[in-house]
């Protein structure tokens, strides 16, 4: 290939990433919606239907890890993204419970394939090429999914305030065809290839073998209470703001925005940090900046409208750094913590964020409804004892970064 090959792969492979976030973030806060306004299902049928597709996908992770160590994750990678690609298409027309429950389900397996092997990807890939740490792809993927979600979520939120059906109908295109030029240029990239030890078909650690590792079954409950916090913030806002602040809708807006730009521009510095510093450090770092931000937005909840605006956007200052120290370390520490089972480990890591995707909206809407600073102080408390285990780990002579 010629030499600038390389860097137009690179590119090829962040835009590809992109692509994926933004279809992800135009179709996250709007499905439910999205079937209220084009079918005739009930609520509570279409909230059993999405709950089910959920639940379809689940146990895909361990799966993944299984494909991904035996085969490589660029395959596995790629058919997650044109599953979504069609599911988003099937989107368009499914109109009877069985049909939007089918559509769902391979949108929930296309979901889970993804994000159960990308990170497996990303590391095999800057393993084969001299340019961004495997760190440094962590960040960039971090920052495509953060932007994504909120450029996805104004976009429909201007849908929604359209309300027209055409409109819902050429957002569910536009996630398909996002997702399915993803998926293309996911192909497009050149394949990966395991780290020494790890060629396809030998057969690295087990599942069991992964359960006996108490390290990392350690790691991974200490991950779910900071995976939490990473999700918390964008569960809660648009609610505190127009439930407890009286607020208008371009100040959730402003926030997640705020909260995007801060990603994209210091994602690069906190990947140049983990390649180079403690990952327990740098992981003991972001739950304290997350213990710190969100006892801000505890007391964010006790003030008047615009003096909780300024508080509030102190606290998007802390959740943005330490969602950048967060998001590589977390990932590259797993990665460290493999030994021989990269695919495997990193699918079994997400099941931390299913458990904050599961247990995040019941906390937050039982703890909200008894006192508005409640959820945020609880999560606070929570990620300072993350901070104080982290650090007792860190001491000890183990063998992660």
Known sequence: MPQRAPGRIDACLTLSLSLAALSGGLFLPLSLVYFTVLTDIPLPVLGAIISGSVLIGLPLPLVTGMLVDRWTAHPVVAVGLGLQAVAYAGFVVARDPLEVLLASAVLAVGVRLFWSSVFTFLADYAETRDGLSMEQWFGRLNAARTVGIVVGGLITGAVISVQAEGAYLALAWAASGCTALSTGLILGVVRTRPRAGDAPGDEPSTYVSILRDRVFLRFLALNSVLALATLFFGLSLPTVVRSRLDG???LTAALLVANAL?????SA??????SRTSKVRLLKRAALLWSGAFAVLAVAMTLPLAAAALVLLLGVALLSVAEILHAPSSTALVDELARGARGRYLAAF?????VAELVGPIMFTALFDLAAALPFAVVAVGCGLVAVALNRRERRPLPIG
């Open 350 to 354: 997400q099941y931390s964020f299913v």
């Open 262 to 266: 801060l990603v994209a521009v210091l």
């Open 269 to 274: 510095r906190g990947a140049d940090l983990s």
């Open 248 to 250: 208008p809708g371009w």
